[in-house]
């Protein structure tokens, strides 16, 4: 049996599922605003001459990457709106659903 039209039909559906996938969270989050780690990542790494410490850990996890996005996000919107920072989330999060479901094996019967 050949299984390329129903890959191909769960393909459809997954691309159809991501983009809805976001706005149902934006919309769920629409109300949020920063919190414990935004504000670490915000107020103390590198503002009012404090070190940027890129790379002291937090909460003892490595949080480089993640430092450094809020630093430029802040460099580019500031704190006016948390959506920015949401939706660089949110992307972040579909993408990763899309890559992983990419990387599924495909099963044999």
């Keep these: 049996m050949d299984r390329a039209p129903i890959t191909r039909g769960f393909r ?5 599922v991501l983009p809805l996938a976001l706005l149902v969270l934006l919309y769920a989050d629409r109300r949020q605003w920063f919190f414990y780690d935004d504000w670490e990542f915000l107020a ?4 009012g001459g404090q070190p940027l410490d890129l790379f002291r850990p937090h909460n003892a996890h490595w949080s ?7 630093r430029a996000l802040y460099a580019l919107v500031g ?4 959506i920015p920072y949401l939706l660089t989330l949110l992307f ?3 993408a990763t659903a899309y890559v992983l479901s990419c990387s599924a094996p495909a099963t044999r019967t």
């Design 12 to 16: 459809v559906a997954l691309y159809a």
């Design 92 to 94: 972040l999060h579909i």
């Design 44 to 47: 103390t790494r590198g503002l």
């Design 79 to 82: 704190i006016h709106s948390y």
């Design 64 to 70: 480089t990457i993640p430092i450094l996005v809020y």
